[in-house]
């Protein structure tokens, strides 16, 4: 199925994520806002709880702060079942919205395939998440890949596999903080990630407001997306950084219209050098957003690590998911409780990690 993105403006995802709460109804009222707001699309967030984070895997600072006692509770209350996702998909293409979903795990990914879905969408934790991406490529389906927390070298790992499948990609330049500060958001990285990769590219915001957004938009930005929920006072990680429906209605109306856009005002500060890399705000966000190789279950010393004895998942304090390959047939030096990140010193012979 193809997707097309607009020729004379930004394509403008309407970001729901989990900002449902975990409640079908609630989901069905967010599909009904950016509708209203003239949206082209609304997104959502499908994943098992189980597949992707570890018991014991931390919280980032802003889910803290948001009164989250534990990152996986938090994202398993905040899971839906996958047919509610088919039901979903029906609502949001009856108002006229394309729908878009971030799947986190392949079968999830498979899943969304099963529905026709016109496009995916990677999230920034999964840029290092190899052998997921090779997955999701092989689907051929129109993927929208945020690269926040990235530098250059591990977003061209990353497009990798959709080069090799030829399936067609677009990147989102963002700042993974929440809200992010504008003076980190440097979206003269647009320019950057155009040049060195030659597709769409477009912008995902995590700033407060609406003025970043429109900046990018105003310098060219193929696609925005942009969090909103019902009121950012709800409790959940991503409610305070999300727009209410007035501020989305406004900031798509003004990218919609020429002149609006046109005659916006620039945020300097928002611009930055152009550089991509992880910036400061990103730091504790990227240990706890991105996966590592973890223990599937409880394993003592001296075990011979086959690939039913690992797992991908949070946090991203062990080997990086690209080298897993590499720790299947090393021995452990010490016992490894099940969900525990493997570590280059527990294995025998040692992995060198550069």
């Known amino acids: 199925m193809s997707f097309l993105l607009p020729e004379n403006r930004a394509y403008i995802i309407a970001e729901a994520g989990v900002n449902h709460d975990g409640k079908i109804a609630k989901a069905r009222k967010l599909i009904d806002i950016a509708a209203a707001a003239g949206a082209d699309a609304v997104k959502f967030q499908i994943f ?39 039901e979903l998909k029906i609502y949001a293409e009856g108002k006229g919205l394309d729908f878009i979903v971030t799947p986190f795990d392949a079968a999830s990914a498979a899943f969304l395939a099963s529905l026709g879905v016109k496009a995916l969408k990677i999230p920034s934790g999964e840029v290092t998440n190899i052998p997921f991406l090779e997955n999701v490529a092989a689907l051929k389906i129109f993927t929208i890949i945020s690269t926040g927390m990235s530098t250059l070298e591990e977003i ?172 299947v047939g090393k021995t452990l030096t010490k016992d490894l409780a099940a969900d525990t990140p493997v570590t280059a010193d527990v294995l025998r012979p040692p992995l060198k990690i550069t």
């Open 156 to 327: 061209a790992d990353a497009v990798a596999p959709f080069e090799t499948a030829k399936t067609p990609y677009a990147l989102l330049h963002c700042v993974s903080s929440y809200p992010a500060p504008i003076e980190q958001i440097n979206l003269r990285a647009m320019k950057t990630l155009e040049e060195a990769f030659h597709v769409p590219v477009g912008y995902s915001d995590h700033t407060k407001g609406i003025d970043v957004a429109v900046t990018a938009a105003k310098l060219g930005a193929r696609i925005i997306e942009k969090h909103f929920t019902l009121n950012k006072h709800d409790p959940g990680p991503d409610h305070a950084a999300s727009l209410e429906p007035d501020e989305l209605r406004e900031m798509i109306r003004i990218m919609k219209d020429k002149n609006a856009l046109q005659n916006a005002g620039l945020a300097q500060e928002a611009l930055g050098t152009g550089e991509k890399k992880c910036q400061p705000c990103e730091e504790n966000v990227r240990l706890v957003a991105r996966r590592s190789v973890v223990m599937a279950r409880d394993a003592a010393a001296g075990t011979v690590l086959t690939d039913d004895m690992l797992a991908i998942k949070r946090p991203g304090t062990g080997i990086a998911p690209k080298r897993h390959g590499d720790v």
């Open 48 to 86: 098992t709880t189980d597949e992707i984070i570890s018991k014991n895997a931390p919280l980032a600072e802003y889910q803290k702060r948001a009164g989250e006692q534990s990152q996986y509770a938090m994202v398993k209350r905040l899971e839906l079942p996958y047919e509610a996702f088919r």
